[in-house]
């Protein structure tokens, strides 16, 4: 399976609304995770089953989506949220991961 | 605290062999799956291999890329993780994770990472 994510790079100031999509070219149920990682550290899991927020992962981040599209929003973008992100999904063998999106400062 | 922690890797020669380890603690490790992610320098994620847990016989699954080169394997008496890689090829060079995860689950936790080097 295949994921599309988009866009692959995006700048955003402090307090912007951030949408990243996810695209599955087949469906994949809710077997979706997001992802964050900042630079020299292992990914963190952010949001399981395409919506459910991890422990102790701020409520600005929210997961939504089934089937083929997904999305992640950041309500409110703060400083330390600037990192890359990637979906992955837990469907189908082999395990995939979309192509990432770097959060930039602008 | 659940944790993960990476080791064994390093500089090593086209065709050469190396093995990693993860030692885990903090959790039951028989209970879980356990997976191998990789990211070489500068790319994104790319998911190596599995070993299922002792109730699911401790199946494996490999990426396409490393079936038949690289072997899963645990040891759940030592609470640790391996993965075997032979016939090594530089595109193996990478940062190479083991997580933690379950059927139809996400990796979480995952280590810090060891950085295999595939290089003459």
């Known amino acids: 399976i295949q994921l599309t994510q988009s866009p692959s790079s995006l700048s955003a100031s402090v307090g912007d609304r951030v949408t990243i999509t996810c695209q599955a070219n087949?469906?994949?149920?809710?077997?979706l995770a997001w992802y964050q990682q900042k630079p020299g550290k292992a990914p963190k899991l952010l949001i399981s089953?395409?919506?459910t927020l991890q422990s102790g992962v701020p409520s600005r981040f929210s997961g939504s989506g089934s089937g083929t599209d997904f999305t992640l929003t950041i309500s409110s973008l703060q400083p330390e949220d600037f990192a890359s992100y990637y979906c992955?999904?837990?469907?189908?063998?082999?395990?995939?991961f979309g192509g990432g999106t770097k959060v930039e400062i602008k | 605290e659940v944790q993960l922690v990476e080791s064994g890797g390093g500089l090593v020669q086209p065709g050469g062999s190396l093995r990693l380890s993860c030692a885990a603690s903090?959790?039951?490790?028989?209970?879980?799956?356990m997976d191998w992610v990789r990211q070489a320098p500068g790319k994104g994620l790319e998911w190596v291999a599995r070993?299922?847990?002792?109730?699911?016989?401790?199946?494996?699954e490999y990426a396409a890329s490393v079936q038949g080169r690289f072997i899963i394997s645990r040891d759940d008496s030592k609470d640790s993780l391996h993965l075997q890689m032979n016939s090594l090829k530089t595109e193996d060079t990478a940062v190479y994770y083991c997580?933690?995860?379950?059927?139809?689950?996400?990796?979480?936790?995952w280590g810090q990472g060891t950085l295999v080097t595939v290089s003459s």
């Open positions: 997580a933690r995860s379950e059927s139809y689950s996400a990796f979480d936790p």
């Open positions: 903090g959790f039951p490790f028989s209970d879980h799956y």
């Open positions: 070993s299922r847990n002792k109730a699911n016989n401790y199946n494996t």
């Open positions: 087949q469906g994949i149920s809710s077997h």
């Open positions: 089953a395409a919506s």
């Open positions: 992955q999904q837990h469907h189908t063998y082999p395990l995939t």
